[in-house]
């Protein structure tokens, strides 16, 4: 391994984390090059590109607990103080060194200058417009609250940029796992997936067609002599065409996704979450649309969404006048142009199954209906979003220069991918008549 750094403390934390690794099973490919510049850690590998081969192998047993780290901030530094007993000797040593490497690349600092929490304490109202095109969670909620001053107590800025910069850290991450993926935590609501920190992995960067966080038995390579303990798995993932640099893939991302959790807009995503909203289903009932992040839907898929895990939405409520779910995703990627449409044939299809309340013409009628609403509503909101930032009570507040700018450019991004969306009709080949029943469809998984 490489590493490409003028200082010399990140490169001997850097080392001392890679020799953890090894001694203790793990694997660090030997072609990759880790670089610091600016306080950004990133990693790259020379050669062929093998998509099916790891970089790095981290046991599971190294990752770190946040939950027992007794961590807190104090001067943009982030320090960890647990409670005797609470971390293994190991884990103990590794969190010492994951800190000071934090400390060292000014991570906190960069943190509070990028995350929107703290760049929009100055336009909060602005801030609080672009959410209205999330489901807020009650954490999100609390972050809206402190940006807008409504949180002053004592200690509490410390704790919030703590708490949101250690989100942007974080693996969810179950004890058994073997044989999943695991996404980066953005409050899934699922209390027994605890927040992990993720030595050496966690300076891979995201991209939309990164590594997978893989938990598997054995670190992937010929020559582990640990098959029956898990390891955490990533891939040599290089999708840029002009770079040599390694991502994964932290979670489903929009730009406006990436952008609260992690302070950047994805420019390479391939989809827009919708905006919550409500579709009308004829003679059956309505379908509840949230904006919610939530992690890949797992299990076997029917027959009928090969090929959609990334756009399959979760179930969150359901009664026999709606069905309740966590998000539509709307594709701008060229290879997967009718995402959307057979979604929503899957989700109108299984509504009107019991029942035969709408026959294939009329489903399909529906389902372009549904379509237009979703394409309408989303592009009105960004459209508005736009007319706001041009009022003359932002226009002309220089303190409102830079977060309209920001605003500005995120709903530009999300305009010109929500109008390369395919209208074609092409895939409109297959009749209702093989359509998944309810239950079918909830056997995949939620």
């Known amino acids: 391994m490489k590493i490409i750094s003028d200082n010399e403390a990140i490169q001997k934390n850097l080392r001392y984390l890679q020799q953890i690794m090894e001694d203790h099973g793990g694997w660090v490919d030997p072609e990759i090059s880790i670089k610091c510049e600016a306080g950004s850690l990133s990693i ?4 062929f590109s093998n998509p099916d081969k790891p970089i790095l192998a981290l046991r599971s047993t190294l990752l770190l607990p946040v939950d027992k780290m007794g961590l807190h901030v104090k001067n943009d530094d982030i320090l960890c103080t647990p409670e005797k007993g609470a971390l293994t000797d190991i884990q103990d040593k590794i969190s010492q060194c994951m800190i000071e490497l934090y400390n060292l690349t000014g991570k906190v600092k960069l943190h509070r200058e990028t995350s929107c929490w703290f760049t929009f304490r100055k336009a909060p109202d602005l801030l609080a417009r672009l959410l209205e095109s999330r489901t807020m969670n009650q954490n999100q909620k609390r972050f809206l609250a402190f940006t807008a001053g409504k949180i002053t107590s004592p200690g509490e800025e410390n704790k919030i940029l703590c708490e949101t910069y250690l989100k942007s850290r974080t693996l969810g991450h179950k004890d058994t796992h073997s044989g999943e993926e695991g996404f980066r935590d953005q409050g899934s609501g699922d209390n027994s997936i605890a927040p992990k920190i993720m030595p050496m992995v966690d300076f891979l960067n995201h991209h939309h067609s990164g590594s997978f966080y893989n938990f598997q038995e054995g670190n992937g390579t010929d020559n582990s002599d640990d098959n029956n303990k898990e390891f955490l798995v990533v891939n040599d993932r290089r999708p840029l065409p002009f770079s040599n640099e390694c991502f994964t ?3 489903q991302m929009d730009p406006v996704d990436s952008f609260i959790g992690y302070g950047f ?9 919708s905006v919550p909203l409500e579709l009308e289903i004829p003679n059956t009932g309505k379908i509840i649309v949230n904006s919610i992040l939530g992690n890949l839907h797992k299990g076997k898929l029917p027959e009928n969404a090969a090929g959609l895990r990334p756009y399959i939405p979760h179930t969150t409520g359901k009664s026999k006048e709606a069905l309740e779910i966590s998000h539509l995703l709307i594709p701008a990627n060229p290879g997967m142009p009718h ?7 899957i989700l109108i299809s299984n509504r009107v199954a019991a029942s035969r309340s709408l026959n294939a013409a009329q489903i399909q009628e529906c389902i372009l209906v549904c379509e237009e609403k979703i394409l309408k509503t989303n592009i009105k909101f960004y459209k508005d979003l736009l007319a706001h930032i041009e009022s003359a009570g932002i226009r002309n507040n220089p303190a409102m220069t830079e977060p309209a700018k920001i605003i500005r450019d995120l709903a530009t991004l999300q305009l010109t991918k929500l109008y390369k969306y395919s209208f074609d009709d092409s895939h409109f080949r297959e009749e209702s008549a093989n359509v998944q029943t309810d239950e079918q469809l909830e056997g995949a998984g939620s």
């Open 44 to 47: 790259e590998k020379e050669g």
């Open 339 to 345: 995402a959307l449409r057979r979604v929503l044939r």
């Open 249 to 251: 893939y932290y979670n």
């Open 265 to 273: 807009s994805d420019f390479f995503a391939s989809y827009v979450r």
